[in-house]
């Protein structure tokens, strides 16, 4: 299969439960699996000289004195304030702290394409094995303390993960589990099943959201009478759908009341030639995006429909960079993380989008990739919610956690300002997943889930990289211990 095409296929996400109380578990003690990676524990700490982001896209609070009480945020004092009797005190000067990160394309698994030759060539099928082990210490290193799924393989693992990350038992960010993904006959990947018609896909929702799955996602050959009754069960029951589309229309979608469409504006394909009703088309929506240049008439037309009918778009740019010939190197940290299969994988694709570079295709493409990005400022500047992932499929070049920082990096290459990109990555997910009275910002009596970076990400956005903690509810966690944890493990588990 066409590599590219592959990327796009790759993508896709689902959405969480919006009913009117949080639904994050209270905080369990770390058990001794979870203690290995807690450099501060639970209690009452001060953290004094402090430049505080929090979250709302105001600007950065300067030399404040930051107090974490157990598993909330107990106050924020402006420079000099006396720090109260018990506290332990932390020396914060020149570090920064930002929400922790909300990451709303963030699954839990690898692609791997067996016998994965230099020329692309690959054999099916396509298998997708968990990264239950890896993945959840990455996020959780790198500063993501709340997730979405957004399309499971494994669901049942999935829920148990969660099950056991809110028991104190595992490490992990708070996870939104989404559901199997709903998809007709064709999925690109074989373990997937099949939806049959309309009956078929609400019986699915029913079952996993009786399983405990906090959202849905669709995928690209699903029929637009089997999204409709999807959406109406899981709604019904309070839960959200978000798609990775193709076979369906942005437009059809939205008239179907989808709450989510993931992967910005690249999967889109109401002007693709030879688009036929419920069938993907052959450009899974690369000529939709190169017909739709923001401030066109249809690009007006269809940010308005979104907008005016409140559906949130998830940015996934990092996995679509990854087809920009020449795109940024991998860090040496995240080769780091990988088995030497999955670099090797990585290093042919990467070599094979290289060899592009100049041609046709490559132009178009990259013509493509600017269009979204100015759809997704335009989609903003209308009111729309943008929310952020990193969606960690296509050439194996997107990693759990880095690529999270990644998306705000590109966010900001998109024309966004630090602080924009920084509310998008945070509250604007939160909210999607109606968790923002408890997370998504840094607000005295909301749950101290909070990143400390060494830099000011307000001026330099790639200061995002150097996390010094991460704390989930209170409990500072190591990054560094969690990253060596992991080396040479993506792609494995
Ligand atoms: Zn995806």
Known sequence: MDLRLLVVAAALAISVSAGAAPVLAPPAAPGPEVQLYVHIPSGQIAIQHLRIIDGTGAAPIEDATLLIDGAKIGAILPAGSPIPAGYRTIDGTGETALPGLVGMHNHLYYLQRPNLDPSGKFEQPIIIPQMTFSAPRLYLANGVTTMRTTGSVETYTDLALKREIDAG?????????????????????????????????????????????????????????????????????????????????????????????????????????????????????????????????????????????????????????????????????????????????????????????????????????????????????????????????????????????RELELLVEAGFTPLEAIKIGTLNGARLLGRDARVGTIAVGKQADLVVINGDPSSNISDVRRVELVFKQGVGFDPARLIESVTGKVGLW
């Not at 899981?234 to 009341?257: D, I």
């Not at 037309?301 to 940024?328: G, M, Y």
């Not at 080769?335 to 694709?349: C, G, H, I, N, R």
């Open 169 to 405: 038992r595992l490490v992990g960010p708070h996870l939104d589990v989404t559901g199997p993904y709903l998809e007709g006959t064709g999925a690109f990947f074989i373990q997937n099943h099949p939806i049959s018609d309309p009956e078929d896909a609400r019986k699915e929702v029913a079952f996993w959201a009786d399983q405990g799955v906090n959202s849905f996602k669709a995928y690209m050959n699903i029929s637009r009478a089997e999204l409709g009754a999807a959406i109406k069960e899981a709604h019904r029951r309070g839960l959200k759908v978000t798609g990775h589309l193709c076979s369906v229309t942005y437009p059809e979608a939205v008239a179907l009341g989808i709450d989510n469409l993931e992967h910005g504006f690249f999967v889109n394909t109401q002007l693709d030639p030879g688009k036929q009703p419920d069938k993907c088309s052959d450009g899974t929506g690369t000529p939709t995006l190169l017909k739709m240049a923001p401030g066109s008439p249809e690009a007006n037309a269809l940010i308005k429909l979104l907008v005016d009918k409140h559906v949130a778009v998830t940015s996934t740019l990092p996995v679509f960079a990854q087809s920009v010939p020449l795109h940024e190197p991998l860090q040496a940290r995240q080769m780091d993380v990988m088995t030497p299969q999955a670099k090797e994988a990585y290093l042919f694709s990467r070599n094979l989008t290289a060899s592009r570079a100049g041609t046709q295709r490559a132009k178009d493409f990259a013509r493509a990739y600017k269009n979204d990005l100015g759809l997704e400022r335009q989609f903003v500047a209308a009111g729309g919610l943008l929310i952020a992932g990193p969606d960690p499929t296509g050439n194996g070049g997107t990693i759990p956690g880095f690529a999270d920082q």
